[in-house]
């Protein structure tokens, strides 16, 4: 049967089928008042009735049957029925979706949709795949790529659905043209998970088609608000311990041995098995059909606690048993999960890591096979160690890691229950993990654990947690979309670790070679992380740089974290040696001082400064930092040499959505005095990102420029660019006189130079 195109779902009208769901209805309403009448008339009278010879043996239980069989064929109507409401609605909903992306976002993305065929699209800018090679920017050809990929997954939604209906149908009919009511279901989520579980039933003997086939069931359903297939799916794999046992044999038949089609396989099992986890132990989910809720008992995460410490056996008489967190910290790395589920587990985890960090590894396999284990995506960690699989999952759980990080803890005991009589030992789990004394044991089957970074998959882990605790978003979220407003406890628990590393750069230090006298600290592998959280907090890190910015002038968005200088430019100087945090807080830098320069330039004020002197004052908190960055970035180089300026140039190009995120996050007046504001932020970012590039790749020097203190001419001369642009472009949106703009930018950039000298000389300093 040949798959649905994108052409199909567009084009087909629903009528018929919205009719059909209506006129099955009625049916089932009319067999089910039939069904009445010959329960309590007919089949009750014959019950009643004295009945001899044939018809004792033949009419009477011919009454009985056929009484059956009217509520077996309103049964199977009301299961038709049901298939085809939620058919109509779920592919009205896909068409809806389709429809608004060829009619609409490709329009605004700039590109055609060319169907395939095959049930795939490709979206390409006028002139085919190949035309204007290097015209479009980076950001309009991740658009199309990302609007490419939604219609694909619409696509293969609607065959989904309509695979998923003709099973259901003819499991309700059952093939017999004399016998009413086989399978019967109340909506399709009924059959789908019925199909995912016969599939799951299979266990690691389920072939890579049938594999294919649960995949695509769980990745088209799992997510749906009200949580129904995901509820129903995981009751239905047995309760928490058969969860564990079945998806701790799926991950060890991906991950052993060479079969990479396979693994892929089970990495998409990993992943829409977490998904639907996180859904199915929501409690909040939505009312679906009838007001009725779906999601698992909070016994769920008790029995998961409880199991956690406990060894699993996955096969009769098995000798390797993994421990229960060692499984389910697997499923926990995909899925956006519930406080209330999560964060009890993550501080049993850590609280049991911390009284022992090797609890969990002395049923390790030897080593050989790195990617044998419960993590088959393989990042960060194999999945032994649960510590590293629950900061993973409290990196995609935001409001989970902020009650984590900024909660009072509560003690848990072996068994995973709460003791509320008890009080931690310590007071927050920041202060936890940054203790030099904590263990981050390698989750790895390396034969030889011979380089720093096999034990980087904690600090890693931690970092996003942390991240995401800030920030209120996923770690790898997409940076487009809508921001949240800090929190009062976000914007604490920010000013905490800048605090915290502010005072102990040294935690976050890395010396590759050895040849500096400094040893690499143990958490270096989250300054990526670190550099991100402050490009999210820019105007927090703005204003406190001169110690004289105003919450008026430097608006954060939400609360304020309250940093101070003495601790802002150590934290600095350390996290932007990593390239990602460099690039990261110099796209956020710029972004943010363009939209201090236009404010200074177009917006309203009170201030009896001259304009020039305002325009002074916007840019030289981001030279600074520019400066700090220029110093970080050599010493990274020459002295540590743990990155190349290919490196930090190459970080550039994706941390370059910094730009749109700041913008967009709506810190500045550019959007607020233009109508269409959309177009103009457009322009705004393409101006600010070429800006971008340009200064990374100018911020360089050799080795020789280094030793003899002329590391900045470059990145100096990048900075006042930059400088310059702010002022120009500000100038030209606004009512600036056309005689004073040479002299606007021309101030611009004295203060952005002498201001970059001063975060060069202050970061230089710092290491004498």
Same mark, same amino acid.
């Given at each position: 049967m040949p798959k649905l195109t994108f052409t199909d779902v567009y084009q087909v009208s629903l009528d018929d089928l919205g009719d059909a769901a209506t006129q099955w209805k009625t049916m089932a309403d009319a067999l089910g008042e039939i069904a009445r009448e010959a329960s309590e008339g007919m089949h009750r009278h014959s019950e009643r009735a004295r009945w001899a010879g044939v018809n004792a043996a033949v009419t009477k239980p011919f009454v009985g049957k056929t009484a059956r069989e009217i509520r077996d064929a309103q049964t199977q109507a009301k299961s038709i029925w049901s298939i085809l409401r939620d058919a109509h609605a779920d592919l009205t909903e896909v068409q809806s979706d389709v429809r608004k992306a060829y009619d609409r976002d490709a329009g605004d993305v700039g590109c055609g949709v060319r169907d395939l065929g095959d049930g795939t699209v490709r979206c390409e800018f006028p002139g085919g795949p190949t035309a204007n090679t290097g015209v479009h920017s980076q950001e309009a050809t991740d658009a199309k790529q990302r609007l490419e990929n939604r219609i694909n997954r619409l696509v293969a939604r609607a065959e989904e659905i309509d695979r998923s209906v003709a099973r259901a149908l003819n499991k309700s009919h059952g093939g017999d043209a004399h016998n009413f009511g086989h399978a019967e279901y109340t909506s399709l989520d009924d059959a789908q998970s019925e199909r995912a579980l016969?599939?799951?039933?299979?266990?690691?003997?389920?072939?890579?088609?049938?594999?294919?086939?649960?995949? =695509?069931?769980?990745?088209?359903?799992?997510?749906?608000?009200n949580g129904a297939f995901a509820t129903r799916f995981y009751q239905g794999l047995g309760g928490p311990e058969e969860a564990l046992r079945f998806y701790g044999r799926m991950a060890i038949n991906g991950t052993e041995g060479d079969n990479p089609t396979r693994l892929a396989a089970v990495t998409e099992l990993q992943r829409n098995m977490g998904y639907a986890l996180a859904n199915a132990t929501e409690p909040d989910a939505p009312k679906g059909f009838q007001g009725t809720k779906h999601h698992l008992p909070a016994s769920w995460g008790a029995e998961f606690r409880r199991l956690g410490t406990q060894p699993v056996e996955l096969e009769r008489g098995a000798m390797n048993k993994p421990y229960g967190y060692q499984i389910l910290g697997g499923l926990l790395r995909h899925g956006n999960y519930d406080?209330?589920?999560?964060?009890?587990?993550?501080?049993?985890?850590?609280?049991?890591?911390?009284?022992?960090?090797?609890?969990f590894l002395n049923n390790k396999p030897s080593p050989g096979d790195d990617n044998y284990g419960f993590n088959p995506s393989g990042k960060v960690g194999a999945g032994y160690v649960p510590l590293n699989s629950v900061l993973e999952a409290l990196g995609h759980s935001p409001e989970a890691a902020t009650k984590f990080f900024t909660e009072t803890p509560t003690v848990y005991r072996e068994d995973g229950t709460a003791d509320r009589s008890a009080t931690a030992d310590f007071s927050d789990y920041v202060s936890v993990f940054t203790d030099e004394e904590f263990t981050w044991p390698a989750d790895n089957l390396k034969l030889h654990q011979d380089s720093e970074d096999a034990f980087s998959d904690g600090p890693d882990a931690l970092g996003h947690a942390l991240e995401a605790a800030t920030t209120g978003r996923p770690y790898d979220g997409d940076l487009s979309a809508p921001a949240m407003r800090h929190s009062p406890e976000q914007a604490e628990l920010?000013?905490?670790?800048?605090?915290?590393?502010?005072? @102990?750069?040294?935690?976050?230090?890395?010396?590759?070679?050895g040849d500096v006298d400094v040893a690499s600290g143990p958490l270096y592998a989250m300054r990526d992380s670190l550099g991100d959280i402050t490009a999210e907090y820019m105007p927090d890190f703005q204003r406190v740089i001169y110690g004289s910015g105003s919450?008026?002038?430097?608006?954060s968005f939400g609360a304020s974290a309250a940093l101070q200088n003495e601790t802002v430019q150590p934290f600095l100087a350390v996290v932007g040696q990593d390239p990602d945090a460099y690039a990261a807080i110099t796209a956020a830098q710029q972004a943010y001082t363009h939209e201090l320069v236009d404010r200074a330039v177009n917006g309203e004020t009170t201030s009896e400064a001259m304009l020039m002197g305002r325009v002074g004052n916007a840019v030289a908190p981001g030279a600074v930092m520019a400066g700090i960055m220029s110093e970080a970035r050599a010493e990274a180089i020459h002295d540590y040499h743990t990155a190349s300026d290919a490196a930090f140039n190459e970080s550039a190009a994706e941390k370059q959505k910094w730009v749109d995120r700041l913008l967009g996050m709506g810190l500045g007046a550019v959007t607020s005095r233009v109508p269409i504001a959309g177009e103009v932020v457009g322009w705004v970012s393409?101006?600010?990102?070429? @800006?971008?590039? @340009? =200064?990374?790749?100018?911020?360089?020097? @050799?080795?020789?420029?280094?030793?003899?203190?002329?590391s900045y001419a470059r990145g100096r001369d990048a900075a006042i660019a930059a400088a310059q642009e702010a002022a120009a472009n500000a100038a030209a949106r606004g009512d600036v006189k056309p005689e004073i703009i040479p002299d606007l930018v021309e101030s611009a950039a004295v203060q952005a130079g002498n201001s970059h000298g001063e975060g060069t000389a202050w970061a230089s300093a710092r290491t004498e």
């Amino acid at each position: 049967m040949p798959k649905l195109t994108f052409t199909d779902v567009y084009q087909v009208s629903l009528d018929d089928l919205g009719d059909a769901a209506t006129q099955w209805k009625t049916m089932a309403d009319a067999l089910g008042e039939i069904a009445r009448e010959a329960s309590e008339g007919m089949h009750r009278h014959s019950e009643r009735a004295r009945w001899a010879g044939v018809n004792a043996a033949v009419t009477k239980p011919f009454v009985g049957k056929t009484a059956r069989e009217i509520r077996d064929a309103q049964t199977q109507a009301k299961s038709i029925w049901s298939i085809l409401r939620d058919a109509h609605a779920d592919l009205t909903e896909v068409q809806s979706d389709v429809r608004k992306a060829y009619d609409r976002d490709a329009g605004d993305v700039g590109c055609g949709v060319r169907d395939l065929g095959d049930g795939t699209v490709r979206c390409e800018f006028p002139g085919g795949p190949t035309a204007n090679t290097g015209v479009h920017s980076q950001e309009a050809t991740d658009a199309k790529q990302r609007l490419e990929n939604r219609i694909n997954r619409l696509v293969a939604r609607a065959e989904e659905i309509d695979r998923s209906v003709a099973r259901a149908l003819n499991k309700s009919h059952g093939g017999d043209a004399h016998n009413f009511g086989h399978a019967e279901y109340t909506s399709l989520d009924d059959a789908q998970s019925e199909r995912a579980l016969e599939l799951a039933a299979l266990g690691p003997g389920i072939t890579n088609g049938q594999l294919a086939e649960f995949n =695509s069931l769980l990745k088209h359903n799992a997510g749906e608000p009200n949580g129904a297939f995901a509820t129903r799916f995981y009751q239905g794999l047995g309760g928490p311990e058969e969860a564990l046992r079945f998806y701790g044999r799926m991950a060890i038949n991906g991950t052993e041995g060479d079969n990479p089609t396979r693994l892929a396989a089970v990495t998409e099992l990993q992943r829409n098995m977490g998904y639907a986890l996180a859904n199915a132990t929501e409690p909040d989910a939505p009312k679906g059909f009838q007001g009725t809720k779906h999601h698992l008992p909070a016994s769920w995460g008790a029995e998961f606690r409880r199991l956690g410490t406990q060894p699993v056996e996955l096969e009769r008489g098995a000798m390797n048993k993994p421990y229960g967190y060692q499984i389910l910290g697997g499923l926990l790395r995909h899925g956006n999960y519930d406080p209330r589920f999560l964060t009890p587990i993550a501080e049993h985890v850590t609280q049991l890591h911390r009284e022992d960090p090797y609890r969990f590894l002395n049923n390790k396999p030897s080593p050989g096979d790195d990617n044998y284990g419960f993590n088959p995506s393989g990042k960060v960690g194999a999945g032994y160690v649960p510590l590293n699989s629950v900061l993973e999952a409290l990196g995609h759980s935001p409001e989970a890691a902020t009650k984590f990080f900024t909660e009072t803890p509560t003690v848990y005991r072996e068994d995973g229950t709460a003791d509320r009589s008890a009080t931690a030992d310590f007071s927050d789990y920041v202060s936890v993990f940054t203790d030099e004394e904590f263990t981050w044991p390698a989750d790895n089957l390396k034969l030889h654990q011979d380089s720093e970074d096999a034990f980087s998959d904690g600090p890693d882990a931690l970092g996003h947690a942390l991240e995401a605790a800030t920030t209120g978003r996923p770690y790898d979220g997409d940076l487009s979309a809508p921001a949240m407003r800090h929190s009062p406890e976000q914007a604490e628990l920010t000013r905490q670790l800048v605090n915290k590393f502010g005072t @102990s750069p040294e935690l976050l230090q890395r010396n590759e070679n050895g040849d500096v006298d400094v040893a690499s600290g143990p958490l270096y592998a989250m300054r990526d992380s670190l550099g991100d959280i402050t490009a999210e907090y820019m105007p927090d890190f703005q204003r406190v740089i001169y110690g004289s910015g105003s919450d008026e002038d430097f608006v954060s968005f939400g609360a304020s974290a309250a940093l101070q200088n003495e601790t802002v430019q150590p934290f600095l100087a350390v996290v932007g040696q990593d390239p990602d945090a460099y690039a990261a807080i110099t796209a956020a830098q710029q972004a943010y001082t363009h939209e201090l320069v236009d404010r200074a330039v177009n917006g309203e004020t009170t201030s009896e400064a001259m304009l020039m002197g305002r325009v002074g004052n916007a840019v030289a908190p981001g030279a600074v930092m520019a400066g700090i960055m220029s110093e970080a970035r050599a010493e990274a180089i020459h002295d540590y040499h743990t990155a190349s300026d290919a490196a930090f140039n190459e970080s550039a190009a994706e941390k370059q959505k910094w730009v749109d995120r700041l913008l967009g996050m709506g810190l500045g007046a550019v959007t607020s005095r233009v109508p269409i504001a959309g177009e103009v932020v457009g322009w705004v970012s393409e101006d600010i990102q070429e @800006s971008v590039m @340009s =200064s990374i790749a100018q911020d360089t020097t @050799s080795e020789a420029q280094h030793e003899a203190g002329r590391s900045y001419a470059r990145g100096r001369d990048a900075a006042i660019a930059a400088a310059q642009e702010a002022a120009a472009n500000a100038a030209a949106r606004g009512d600036v006189k056309p005689e004073i703009i040479p002299d606007l930018v021309e101030s611009a950039a004295v203060q952005a130079g002498n201001s970059h000298g001063e975060g060069t000389a202050w970061a230089s300093a710092r290491t004498e």
